[in-house]
């Protein structure tokens, strides 16, 4: 596998299911970022991580948890979702902060 | 801290036009520019990037970008525009390798190519 590969691609849960998302790069990057993209609106930078480290949480409710074991790996763990919270979750990769950044497919979330 | 403003939500051209979509952008310090594009139920995808040095940049798949540090601009251009062009395009920024900020994206151009 090359780049940036994000599991499962679609994801159907209700309000009171736990899932997760997972994020792999495989390029050697020591900063993985969570996106989310709804439909019409701006794409909304949700978590940072930069050498393992969490650097930013940008208001995200508590429902949204995520990990990131070691610098190849992502998590976001999810719990008690409300359909608005149903998007295109992105996950991306980059060299440093401030550096492109490189994108996963991304998993496009339902929930009922 | 910086931000990107992107001109028309929606720009439509005809194939084998010539295509211009805008980015305007502020920042404190010489920034990093990105233009990403964005296919339907898929990732982002880097097109080109400007860091330091050659002012106009070329990218895949034809569009190349001119950054103006005067208009504080990188706008994106393709002398001819072809139906596989049809995509949403996002124009980011950054303070650069390390900046604390990371990339931050404009709100997205959705180009529509007509037949």
């Known amino acids: 596998e090359t780049g940036v590969t994000q599991t499962p691609r679609h994801l159907v849960m209700g309000m009171t299911n736990k899932k997760s998302l997972k994020c792999e790069q495989h390029?050697?990057?020591?900063?993985m970022y969570w996106y989310k993209q709804s439909a019409k609106k701006p794409l909304e930078l949700m978590f940072v991580y930069n050498f393992k480290e969490q650097t930013e949480n940008n208001s995200v409710p508590s429902r949204f948890s995520p990990e990131c074991p070691n610098s190849s790996h992502l998590f976001l763990h999810l719990h008690t979702l409300q359909p608005e919270d149903s998007a295109l979750y992105l996950c991306?990769?980059?060299?440093?902060?401030?550096?492109?950044?490189?994108f996963g497919p991304g998993t496009r979330l339902t929930v009922t | 801290a910086q931000s990107v403003t992107q001109l028309g939500s929606h720009v439509s051209v005809s194939e084998g036009a010539l295509v211009l979509l805008r980015c305007n952008y502020s920042?404190?310090?010489?920034?990093?520019l990105f233009w990403y594009v964005q296919y339907p139920n898929q990732g982002l995808q880097l097109l080109l990037k400007?860091?330091?040095?050659?002012?106009l940049v070329k990218g895949i798949n034809g569009f190349e970008a001119e950054f103006k540090k005067s208009e504080t601009s990188f706008h994106l251009t393709k002398p001819s525009a072809h139906m596989s062009d049809a995509a949403e395009y996002f124009c980011?920024?950054?303070?650069?390798?390390?900046?604390?900020?990371?990339?931050?994206f404009g709100k997205g151009t959705h180009l529509i190519i007509q037949p």
């Open positions: 991306a990769s980059s060299q440093l902060q401030g550096d492109e950044q490189y």
């Open positions: 400007y860091t330091t040095g050659a002012t």
């Open positions: 390029l050697g990057h020591n900063a």
């Open positions: 980011a920024v950054s303070e650069g390798r390390g900046g604390a900020d990371g990339l931050t």
């Open positions: 920042s404190s310090v010489p920034p990093y």
